[in-house]
């Protein structure tokens, strides 16, 4: 029986719902020292000193280690893979503590303690002098000559510019007749606000070191934290157990370089450092603020003659995954509403703030936004519905891409906005919400977008993967992609059961953590890569293991293996449908034959060249009270085509995570500074206003299952798409139902009362 | 440059010297509950009833379960290999828990409480009411009509009979002018007195359990679990980390079955079992006391004309492994001194002891002491100086056992011989001895022994390995063969490092740790077949290896395959010396190729069809203080023939720990019960005299290095050798020294006194 495609319980479900499934922590050795850091309290600037004296005197205090202690040389933190070529490496800007502080929050020192409260006190009895130097938090503010300079290495604070043109945008604006529409969109930062804050330890064991650790990227962070180190890559093992979530944050090596150094400065004792909710928000990695300005130019038609997209990308103070993320914010705009003029440039700008990286969408969130917020602007510039200029204008079926050659197969794009259309009511439902005129107004809104799926031809795509049959018959798996709470090792198994013909996905036991020693190797949990990508080395490792599976059946049955195949979990001749053996009998056979013994196992490396897009939109129906400037979200559906389902409960699931995410970034989250200071003011869960189950009205998802022609399992990408299109969805919405068009996110009630003010449907 | 052959420091030194090695305890969950078990108070008998109410109100007490909640399903627990063919499996005669208990310290009843305290409260608070039954502790008594019976199923307690005919003994006898020989001689039992007491903990995790055990046999005590709980072998995750000896006690499932269970009876809460040193001596396993019944028939040249042996192996209560011990040192007879007429008995026998199992030997010590006892009589019986008999008498040149095909290559016996004698200077003292008269007189004595490698034909042997090339060019390796403090780890790195062409063997990582669900399946550390198995399985799968290695290699360097090699960790073409690149070059270069990255690893199973016989001798120099009955050991040399020699310091470790076992084996080990109550006597390490460095002379260790062709790196055993031949040579030294022969070990002030009182050399 098929195993992909059904609704089976995750197989982490029973322990993750009665509080057995074991995470960092509780793998922590009992004598493991605590490492607190030291902050800088400014934002920009040089230590000049630390005394030490008071910290060291506290019992308890092992040791206090600070900026002057550190290696020299730089290291990238960037959850990507490894690149043999030099100008495809990550940039290499960081310390493990700073003496340049370049935000409010940098690191600038350890204190390792026998225990919490010793570690917390020594921290605080840290003396730290400073110079201080001016700073800068935005990002075009920061490109001005002038400005307070970051890294010498990046003149202007541009860490990287690149653009990319189609046709003739200056000969093409010249058309006769175009309607001009501008804007500037502007996208907050925030924080993934994973429900396990990042932490790990470190020791050494057999002059090799071990980083237990909250990660989604094993395999590479192993190769991070050699490099900090200066050791030899193989010297370091990283293990990454169940992790409570990580959004992107934890694509990136947070503190697991910090941690296995310290291990070395106390004679390889295992020490621990604990991020709080705190130094989560600030210290770890925040989502970039990216600014937009387009201008698109339109045909009465409601085509588009030329358009025109610039991006500055608030890198914050360290490179992190760096200009990636723009650029992949930039790449979508020709492919999302393809135009034959167009001139599109991305800046990526270091500023004293938080460092941004990864997070789930790797910029299409903002590119949705301010791309769905123009593309609404268009549909009224041109007088047409929304959804009818969508239809007209996005991405056609049959479209390859010239970079990625991603073919949009199916007219995915359209097929998702009727579904989307039908559920919310959309023809009666506009009609009746333009009758609205009182103080409380209804209004739907929607927005779309594309994702790729993995990072080929970006990026290096491969994925190892080992399988093992058991003496019950069962197979144990192991590959390095990893289960961060997506549900991956369900759908794995699924996979795997399918692929081996086990018939039962309960006869694969996925080993859920990773262990860079002993684990295949993968590239870890990001990109929306996994169902795709490991499904190319489980189907490859899968058919090995059969293979291997029926050679030795063909030594025992005297069958011939091209008779023969494996169902249900037994061998089976398949000319009379005769049940030959249990895979069980098979394998006890197997291992205990005195005079061919067999272990019987597969491994094998995929290198995926190719990548696939997923689709989606989003319809958000709203309530407005304009007086009180409060939207009331009324109904949300999200639609998405990613490809063949391997579990829709899970897919599901992931489907509602991601609105969820997206209601906060259109409404209430936004991380905030003090402008003199580069202070970080709402650094906490009661002041960040993180969506909630209080502020969603019922999440419905809906899915267009058009199998991917180029994926092992017809799978594509669903990890990210979710977070995509809702937060356009629900400003468009809001324009919809008042007549305001805002360009900024979240849409607050401080933005709406002085968005309201300005436009005159709230007077003093 | 070789490896193999080289005085490498242990790969774990380090962190052993410093107290950093990480053993079961110190992966311990912090919130482990703790089991703790009643043992009868009774050596045999019913269990009628256990009241559990004063122990279930102990604030703490979780849980308490009895011999009557336990499955009914009977399992073995000796850690053999699994057989296919029922009439080869062991004797499952066990229970979780026991309502029929047959000696005393039996496993009642447990208390699984939240702290040891509430535990050891909880144990002492359960009532057990008992019906007493008679009890025999002597092997021959048990064997007579009318003795008390353990075991329904074998009748007059034998757990096994099995003989062994070659000639014509009765007819051989009947030759004129034989001199007999006739001794009966006894073996005591004794415990491993490993350091680390045996202990593990188990839990539940996604429907299946762990057990991390200090255990010899992680993939073996994975089915016996399974078997015990009636459950799939791979619901079972059996992890074996670093472990403080073994000795064969933990060749066999103890306490990780009831763990395992327990842990199911608590919602698959984690428990801990951790043995006591008193528990460990009388509920583990101990050595079987085996007495030998030996009549030899010399002719008046030296020569055997016939002999016969019977031998009476104490089982104690349980099977564990049986007679299987009892059969190795009856089998040793033939070969030892060949001999044309020979009949052997062989009776393992339940008694109301402890169980005994696999102990360093494994019957061989006991064989020795029996064997090289009677020679020496009979080399006094015919006037011949005891070399000399030895040399005439002991296994030629070119000999071949039929059965397992063993051949003795290289006259090793001699040899071993001939350098003992030079060692020990025995032609001079033995002169000067001889004129010792007074109260204090010395003496030389010798025995020998030979030993097989590993277990092939009478079980499976296989062994399986896995090995990765990581990006900085070194390797790690995998396999199920275990490292118990032996130094298998270090050795399994020269193999390694040897074999792929490393140069060095620190670039070989040894993963140490087992874990079942991943390691390449082994059958652990029994046997000394460790660097006889496992060197099979690391040849053949490191050839794999380089293999892969070099294929990739004629990829990106365009040469041709066969015109390369592995060289000190770089690919070198051979036709002209250059170095092409570094293995971490290549390995890089396969990992983060875009269009064929490569995880390069290599696994496979070698099924290994040989045995291989090691020889050696022990010659010992005693100082015998008659009227103090006090013997010290003056100085002592084994000369092992175990092949080639992968590390001499290691080897040279192995045969000191072995020298000191066989020390106290031969001067004062003994584990002693009341005849009246079979309660244990002395179950702890003060009053047990285990031999410690203050009962050693100089340890010398001599090695003839004769390489065993039928292996992959010239190794044959030597991990229990050095235990066999050094008691019967102390007790031959006493008999030289003081022409009185004592046929029962230890052989303590004790027995002296009586022996010297029974020959006149003390007197009232």
């Not at 991070?224 to 890559?233: E, F, I, N």
């Not at 009666?428 to 005129?437: G, H, I, N, S």
């Not at 003496?471 to 390095?480: A, E, I, K, W």
């Amino acid at each position: 029986m098929a195993e992909v495609g059904k609704r089976e319980v995750r197989v982490d479900a029973f322990d993750k719902a009665t509080g057995r499934t074991k995470y960092y922590e509780d793998l922590m050795p009992r004598d493991a020292l605590y490492v607190r850091i030291k902050h800088s309290t400014i934002a920009h600037g040089f230590v000049k000193s630390v005394d030490k004296s008071a910290a060291e005197a506290i019992p308890g205090v092992v040791k206090v280690l600070t900026c002057f202690d550190v290696p020299e040389h730089p290291f990238p933190t960037a959850g990507h893979p490894w690149s043999m070529d030099p100008g495809h490496q990550d940039v290499a800007d960081r310390h493990l503590l700073n003496r340049h502080v370049r935000y409010y929050g940098d690191d600038v020192a350890v204190v390792i303690a026998e225990n919490e409260v010793a570690a917390m006190q020594g921290v605080r009895a840290l003396q730290v002098e400073y110079e201080e130097l001016p700073l800068v938090l935005d990002a075009q503010e920061a490109m001005k000559p002038g400005a307070p300079q970051l890294h010498e290495a990046f003149p202007n604070n541009i860490l990287k510019h690149t653009d990319m043109k189609k046709g003739d945008y200056q000969a093409a604006i010249r058309e006769p007749g175009l309607i001009k529409v501008e804007g500037w969109y502007d996208t907050p930062t925030v924080q993934h606000c994973h429900i396990e804050n990042h932490g790990c330890f470190a020791y050494e064991e057999n002059g090799r070191i071990t980083v237990v650790a909250s990660t989604q990227i094993p395999h590479i962070i192993r190769r991070v934290v050699g490099q900090a180190l200066g050791r030899p890559w193989s010297d370091i093992r990283v293990v990454k157990p169940y992790i409570g979530g990580g959004f992107g944050n934890k694509q990136d090596a947070l503190y697991e370089p910090l941690c296995a150094w310290c291990s070395t400065q106390v004679q390889g004792r295992c020490v621990r450092i604990d991020c709080s909710r705190e130094e989560t928000f600030v210290s770890n990695r925040v989502r970039h603020a990216i600014r937009f300005h387009i201008v698109s130019w339109l045909r009465p038609d409601g085509t588009f003659a030329a358009r025109k997209v610039e991006l500055f990308s608030n890198q914050g103070a360290y490179a992190s995954h760096g200009h990636s993320i723009v650029a992949k914010a930039m790449g979508s705009f020709p492919q999302h509403y393809p135009c034959d003029n167009m001139e599109c440039d991305a800046w990526t700008v270091f500023t004293n703030r938080p460092a941004a990286g990864a997070m789930r969408g790797y910029g299409m969130p903002q590119a949705s936004f301010a791309d769905e917020a123009n593309v609404e602007d268009c549909a009224k510039a041109v007088g047409m519905d929304p959804l009818a200029f969508r239809m007209q204008n996005v991405m056609p079926q049959g479209y390859e891409d010239g970079f990625s050659h991603n073919v949009n197969y199916d007219d995915s794009f359209r097929q998702c906005l009727e579904a989307g259309k039908k559920y919310i009511d959309y023809d009666r439902k506009v009609a009746e919400f333009a009758k609205d005129t009182g103080p409380i107004r209804r209004g739907i809104g929607m927005a779309t977008f594309w994702y790729n799926t993995a990072v080929y031809p970006i990026s290096l795509e491969t994925s190892s993967n080992r399988m093992q049959l058991n003496l019950d018959g069962s197979v144990t798996m192991q590959c390095g992609e990893t289960e961060i709470g997506q549900g991956a090792d369900t759908v794995y198994a699924q996979m795997a059961a399918d692929v081996v013909g086990l018939g039962d996905y309960r006869r694969v036991h996925v080993v859920s953590c990773q262990d860079t020693d002993i684990t295949p190797t993968g590239l870890g949990a990001y990109a929306s890569r996994q169902t795709y990508v490991a499904g190319f080395s489980i189907r490859q490792t899968g058919l090995l293991l059969k293979e291997k599976i029926l050679d030795y059946a063909g030594k025992l049955t005297r069958q011939a293996v091209y008779n023969m195949d494996i169902v249900d979990g037994s061998i089976v001749r398949t000319t009379d449908g005769k049940v030959l053996m249990s895979l069980s009998e098979l394998a006890m056979h197997a291992q205990y034959n005195p005079n061919d013994s067999q272990h019987i196992t597969a491994e094998s490396t995929y290198t995926i060249r190719n990548n696939a897009y997923s689709f989606g939109c989003t319809f958000a129906e709203v309530e407005v009270d304009i007086p009180m400037c409060k939207v009331t979200l009324k109904d949300i559906i999200n639609v998405h085509d990613c490809g063949r389902l391997v579990n829709p409960a899970l897919a599901e699931a992931q489907v509602h995570g991601g609105m969820s995410m997206a209601i906060g970034y259109g409404l209430s989250e936004q991380l905030l500074f003090d402008e003199k200071t580069g202070k970080p003011l709402n650094n906490n869960l009661l002041d960040y206003k993180l969506s909630t189950i209080m502020d969603h009205p019922h999440l419905e998802a809906q899915f267009v299952e058009n199998a991917e022609p180029t994926s092992a399992f017809g799978t594509k990408a669903l990890g990210e798409p979710p977070a995509c299109s809702g937060a356009p969805a629900i400003r468009n919405a809001i324009y919809n139902a008042t007549g305001v068009a805002i360009d900024q996110d979240p849409i607050t009630p401080h933005v709406l009362f002085r968005r309201f003010t300005e436009e005159g449907l709230i007077r003093d």
